[in-house]
């Protein structure tokens, strides 16, 4: 990797940052490393206060020849070897400093506590956001800002906290649940997406939005599991004007926000609802948002038809996909998020061993983290253990498929079906 340090007014659109001279919170972005897509994203790191930066040569555009008089370029190993010294002088700062994700992870087991504390917040919001929609109320953003940055800086220390917790199952279907999930989908989608700040943050709200309008529907509608009768179904498609009364009046929600609220059960071939637009009509931006919706929604069966696998989600939406319905790169990146087997997936391995997947590594995503639970022989082990397949010292111990872990052939004691952490 080649790696050249140069000032903020160098910078253009085309080149790759690879490290800036301010810390991670103080970064108009939530990834320090990432391209220069316009001018705006310079204003927005000058305005940061940014001096200096390195940028990476290999992943994104040098300066000009005629400018090349700058910092002269040095490999990686040598970029970080120099900095070594300033960064052992620093006095560290534990409760303001963050990790970047190029830096070393906090544990999974570390995060998921503050990840189910964030769902409980991001829960109780929602819940509230369904009473005011109900009541036909305006809403303000401003007490729900803050769990999106909470949320992002949860990604920054472990991309994979909060989608373990949308993969819990769910006792109880409830809308603020529902809300959790998409939300816990849209960020890291979002983000993997390469978009704006402003539109992870619109992407965000929106998630918790979108369905409130559901609050004022009969509330055996949710999670039915059996076909809607056409009665049924006319009253479903109303839950976005619903809730779009509601933003209309609400001063502070983003135009963008109300738009992707409005607009998240439209198709761009027109097969959508509540009004059938088409093509250009449709936000792009909304897509996102709605294969969020898809995933959840289609995993704990919040509507007429039952929960499914996770893999089995993914496989439909990549169908779809393949018919038009949304755009193929935005579904492989949400299988990229997700990983091949998605955490909390019960599988069983080549050795006859059945496990649930505890944690993925997007480098090598056949090869999982995952917590044996039965023996090949079908006993229930004595002293559930931890396998990385991507280290384990058996070198063909590999996922031989996925279970369905409400077969009681496979799963004689319920212990694959999740339901705490």
């Known amino acids: 990797m080649c790696i050249r340090k140069i000032s903020i007014d160098q910078l253009s659109p085309g080149m790759f940052i690879y490290e800036l001279d301010i810390p991670w919170l103080q970064s108009p972005f939530l ?3 990432r391209k220069i897509n316009s001018e705006k994203d310079v204003l927005l790191l000058k305005k940061a206060g940014v001096k200096e930066l390195f940028v990476d040569l290999q992943r994104g555009d040098d300066l000009p020849s005629e400018n090349t008089q700058a910092e002269p370029i040095k490999t990686e ?6 900095a070594a010294p300033e960064s052992e002088n620093k006095v560290s700062n534990s409760s303001s400093e963050q990790k970047t994700d190029e830096q070393e992870k906090i544990l999974l087991n570390e995060e998921l506590k503050v990840a189910k504390v964030l769902q409980g917040k991001i829960g109780k919001v929602v819940h509230q956001l369904g009473n005011l929609v109900k009541a036909g109320k305006p809403i303000s953003v401003t007490t729900i800002t803050p769990l999106i940055d909470e949320a992002k800086a949860s990604l920054v220390r472990n991309d994979q906290a909060l989608l373990t917790m949308l993969h819990l199952h769910r006792q109880d279907l409830k809308l603020s649940d529902h809300g959790f ?3 816990a989908v849209v960020l890291p989608l979002a983000i993997r997406l390469q978009c704006t700040e402003e539109q992870i943050n619109d992407l965000g709200l929106a998630a918790l939005l979108h369905d409130t309008g559901w609050a004022r529907l009969p509330v055996h509608l949710l999670g039915k599991n059996k076909a809607y009768t056409s009665a049924e179904q006319k009253l479903v498609q109303q ?11 609400s001063a502070d929600v983003p135009d963008n926000v109300k738009k992707l609220v409005k607009q998240h059960h439209e198709l761009s071939d027109g097969s959508g609802y509540p009004k059938q637009l088409k093509n250009d009509q449709v936000l792009e931006l909304v897509e996102i948002l709605q294969v969020a919706d898809f995933y959840d929604e289609h995993l704990h069966g919040l509507t007429d038809k039952p929960g499914m696998l996770p893999v089995n989600v993914l496989k439909q939406l990549y169908q779809s996909a393949k018919k038009g319905l949304f755009r193929e ?10 990983g091949i087997y998605p955490l909390t997936s019960a599988v069983k391995l080549n050795s ?15 090869l999982p983290q995952v917590k044996i639970i039965y023996e090949a022989n079908g006993d229930r082990c004595m ?7 991507a280290q384990s010292d058996q070198d063909n111990l590999r996922v031989a498929g996925v279970i369905e872990p409400l077969d009681k052939k496979e799963d004689p004691f319920g212990l694959l079906k999740v339901t705490h952490v």
Do not use: N
Not at 77 to 82: F, G, N, R
């Open 31 to 33: 990834r320090h490393r």
């Open 77 to 82: 190993a040598e970029t970080e070897s120099a």
């Open 181 to 183: 999930g998409v939300f």
């Open 239 to 249: 839950h976005p004007e619903i809730v779009e009364k509601v933003l209309i009046k």
């Open 329 to 338: 790169a935005v579904v492989s990146e949400l299988i990229h998020v997700m």
């Open 352 to 366: 006859g061993e059945k496990a649930l997947v505890v944690e993925i590594d997007k480098q090598k995503p056949l």
């Open 383 to 389: 002293s559930e253990r931890i396998v990385d397949l």
